[in-house]
């Protein structure tokens, strides 16, 4: 399966700080986002990577991929209580059925 | 503007009934995807469809029947639930394709006892 894998599962941090959840993936892609999901809600899209892209910015996001490993991470800078959520990577997969996959998640929560 | 909408949030059923889940979108999108979401799964694709009468297979299409005979509607039918089938059911759209970015319903919960 093409499914991403984000590690940690769980990151407890403190407002203020930085966080940082990576994802790593198997075969080739054409491009790699991030979701986010509050509890009981749906997902909300957060930023798109393309397989050329190194690095990407968003507000306080940032997003960086490497293709050689097979990887990328999400860094939220200068947390807040609102961003506790689950956060997803999801590949678009060149080589098998071209859907999205999305991984199993990182759950973050900041403590204020 | 709804943009997205679900339909029931919340439903329990039984075994062997016939359950339709209704998705509905304001925005025109094009292409628009069925996806369940279960603990140590992530989110898997049911069934996509890239225009009106236009619908294909995803990750999971086992027990599952779509239709798409409006731009706006996607029901999702579970023809005989199975309590495997209980999960919660995520409706997404793309106005550019099915690996750009998605918008997301707020789901729909679903129990089979």
């Known amino acids: 399966s093409q499914q991403g894998e984000e590690d940690p599962q769980a990151l407890s941090i403190q407002e203020g700080e930085n966080a940082t959840m990576n994802c790593s993936y198997k075969?080739?892609?054409?491009?790699l986002q991030w979701y986010r999901q509050n509890s009981g809600r749906g997902l909300v899209h957060l930023i798109l990577?393309?397989?050329?892209?190194r690095e990407k910015h968003s507000g306080r996001l940032r997003v960086t991929l490497d293709t050689s490993k097979k990887s990328s991470s999400l860094l939220i800078t200068a947390s807040r209580a609102a961003d506790t959520a689950s956060y997803f990577c999801a590949t678009y997969d060149q080589t098998g059925a071209n859907n999205l996959f999305f991984g199993t998640g990182t759950r973050l929560t900041v403590i204020p | 503007d709804a943009g997205i909408t679900q339909s029931p949030r919340y439903k329990i059923t039984e075994t062997g009934r016939q359950v339709t889940l209704m998705c509905h979108q304001t925005?025109?999108?094009?292409?628009m995807f069925w996806y369940r979401q279960d603990l140590g799964h992530g989110l898997r694709l049911i069934y996509y469809?890239?225009?009106?009468?236009?619908?294909d297979k995803g990750e999971v299409p086992d027990g599952y029947v779509v239709s798409r005979s409006k731009t706006e509607n996607f029901p999702l039918t579970l023809e005989s639930a199975t309590r495997s089938q209980t999960s919660v059911y995520f409706c997404?759209?793309?106005?550019?394709?099915?690996?750009?970015?998605?918008?997301f319903g707020p789901g729909t919960r679903l129990t089979v006892l």
């Open positions: 075969t080739s892609i054409n491009n």
């Open positions: 925005w025109s999108h094009s292409y």
């Open positions: 997404a759209t793309s106005p550019v394709g099915r690996y750009n970015e998605q918008f």
């Open positions: 990577i393309r397989s050329n892209e």
């Open positions: 469809s890239a225009a009106a009468d236009i619908t």
